[in-house]
């Protein structure tokens, strides 16, 4: 910091000078929320593929098995 500095350091609030607890990396899970929100639209999609390709494995199933 240079001197001529209007706000001394002694008035800074104390938890600027506790030292800060190492952050952890964001989860998984997180990071695929925060992707699903920012490509919505891709991830839809995806979703909407991923179920129309569940229901038909089950529906085939159902119907070789029956």
């Known amino acids: ?5 209007p706000i ?5 609030p104390p938890a600027a000078n506790a030292p800060t607890a190492p ?9 695929a929320m925060r992707n699903m929100v920012r490509k919505r639209g891709k991830s839809l999609y995806h979703f909407g593929l991923t179920v129309v ?7 085939g199933l159902a119907y ?3």
Do not use: H, I
């Open 1 to 5: 910091m240079s001197q001529s500095s």
């Open 53 to 59: 390709g569940l229901l038909t494995v089950l529906v």
């Open 23 to 31: 952050t952890r990396p964001p989860s998984f899970v997180k990071l």
């Open 8 to 12: 001394p350091e002694a008035s800074a």
């Open 64 to 66: 070789l098995t029956r």
